[in-house]
């Protein structure tokens, strides 16, 4: 009986697996595993887990390589393999739209099913609702209702309108709620991008969320704390789950203070989280709300600090004005070295990209936050430890979504049964490789990225025709 049992319990690491990871240092951030060992993967599911060599129909040596879960990023823009090959280059298997959401979320699945390079997911967006809400709206904002417009769309049409009655918040609330159904992770809420949003209006889609347990993802109203104490009151009175995204651009100098309310709310059972990037520029559109304002008395910035994306210039009055009428994106210098590195040193706050769509010239973030972390924050600064950050930017991420998204109980973690979607990378020469002139550009150190059991990234080059990323949707109408 006891030769059957040892027989039984050693037939996983003689079986040919479809991919082996051999002789990588893995760690894995939930159960803090951080040591040599071998992975067997089959039918895109990590299957073993050996300190003894595996047999596969095909090997990938990870040699002197961290072998990590692959990056889950909560926060990027423009999803599409254009974008998402760079930000596997990062490290990145799992790219999702949960700021600002899209408006037809059937629509969004069907279309990348089958043809995305990574994992794909999206809130349900509050901006797009209200904005098809709005009756003296509703035919001019057709044109937006594809998700490739809609994020310049919801910064243009009728973002100081208010939502006038009861007939319009039943419109907005069952285009949200139709979102979710339709497999949406949640709600994304941009208060800073439609200003007629008040305050009333957003502390009721708080309680919609709460009421139909879905999480928040928000881009808070302002650049101060007032839109972080916003948040956190709306959560603490209506029991809603919300993540506040880019807290480093929304908070910049307050920073300090909004990670202790963030973390004295967490505390008292408040279920708030937040993200940040690793870099002290942001980037959006010129045309948006943000510049309505006196913006440079507000954020204690000049023209000379907006950098426009399509040219790498630094802006003027007149070419502000000339550039603002025409529309497009501009990057904006705005926050000190000293307030990302708090952000990175916090264990609670996830790592997140804020990729914009790509284009030459684009903000770096989009093929350089992941890699960013590693090589200058982990590496050189010693703001966090390697397994600290891994747990940040992959764990603590699929942990975030869980609730709505079971799937996600199965990434952010080397173990088996989990799904084989893996970031192999050097530690000791990690790093980005783009600036605010190149835009985005293939990070350096890591060779291998697997997605689903797939190699997208194989020795450092992008595998062609290959599109294993699959949907990741809320169960809302399910459960």
Do not use: C
Not at 13 to 20: G, S
């Amino acid at each position: 009986m006891y030769f059957l049992r040892a027989l039984l319990a050693a037939l996983p690491l003689f079986a040919q697996f479809d991919l082996v990871i051999a002789n990588g240092r893995v760690i894995d951030p939930e159960s803090n595993l951080d040591a040599p060992r071998h992975i067997g993967i089959r039918a895109g599911k990590i299957a073993a887990i050996s300190p003894r060599p595996l047999k596969g129909a095909k090997t990938i040596d990870a040699k002197g390589l961290v072998v990590a879960p692959g990056f889950i990023d909560l926060h990027s823009h423009g999803i599409n393999n254009a974008s998402n090959e760079y930000q596997a280059h990062d490290g990145v298997t799992t790219a999702l739209e949960l700021e600002l959401g899209v408006s037809d979320v059937k629509r969004y699945i069907k279309e990348r099913t089958g043809k995305a390079m990574l994992n794909f997911g999206t809130t349900a967006s509050h901006p797009a609702s209200r904005m098809m809400g709005l009756k003296e709206l509703s035919a001019e904002t057709a044109k937006w209702a594809a998700s490739d417009d809609l994020q310049r769309g919801v910064k243009e049409q009728g973002r100081e309108l208010q939502l006038k009655d009861e007939e319009e918040y039943s419109k907005m609330t069952f285009l949200l709620e139709q979102g979710l159904k339709e497999g949406a992770l949640g709600l994304g809420v941009m208060p800073a991008y439609t200003p007629g949003s008040t305050r009333s209006e957003i502390y009721r889609v708080y309680q919609m969320a709460a009421r139909w347990r879905v999480p928040i993802f928000t881009h808070v109203r302002g650049w101060t704390e007032e839109g972080i104490q916003e948040a956190v009151a709306n959560a603490a009175g209506t029991g809603a789950s919300v993540h506040i995204v880019h807290l480093n651009s929304s908070t910049r100098g307050t920073i300090p203070s909004m990670l202790e309310m963030i973390a004295a709310a967490r505390k008292r059972g408040i279920d708030i989280t937040t993200e940040a990037y690793p870099y002290t520029a942001g980037s959006t559109f010129i045309e948006s709300a943000l510049f309505d304002d006196d913006w440079q008395t507000t954020l204690g910035i000049t023209y000379n600090d907006l950098q426009w994306q399509a040219t790498g210039e630094r802006l003027t009055k007149q070419t502000f004005e000339k550039y603002r009428k025409q529309g497009g994106v501009v990057i904006l210098h705005l926050m000190k070295p000293e307030w990302i590195k708090m952000a990175m040193s916090s264990p609670f706050v996830i790592v997140a990209s804020d990729t914009m769509p790509y284009a030459p010239g684009a903000h770096p973030r989009g093929g350089g936050t992941y890699s960013k972390v590693l090589g200058e924050y982990v590496r050189e600064l010693k703001a966090a430890t390697l397994i600290e950050a891994i747990r940040r930017m992959s764990l603590l991420p699929a942990q975030r979504l869980e609730s709505i998204a079971p799937a996600m109980k199965n990434k952010g973690r080397i173990k088996v049964g989990a799904d084989a979607d893996l970031a192999i990378f050097d530690a000791a020469t990690v790093r980005d490789t783009g600036t605010y002139q190149t835009g985005p550009q293939f990070a350096q150190g890591i060779p291998h990225v697997i997605v689903n059991g797939v190699a997208v990234v194989e020795n450092g080059k992008t595998v062609p025709g290959v599109f294993p990323g699959t949907a990741i949707t809320g169960n809302y109408g399910t459960r």
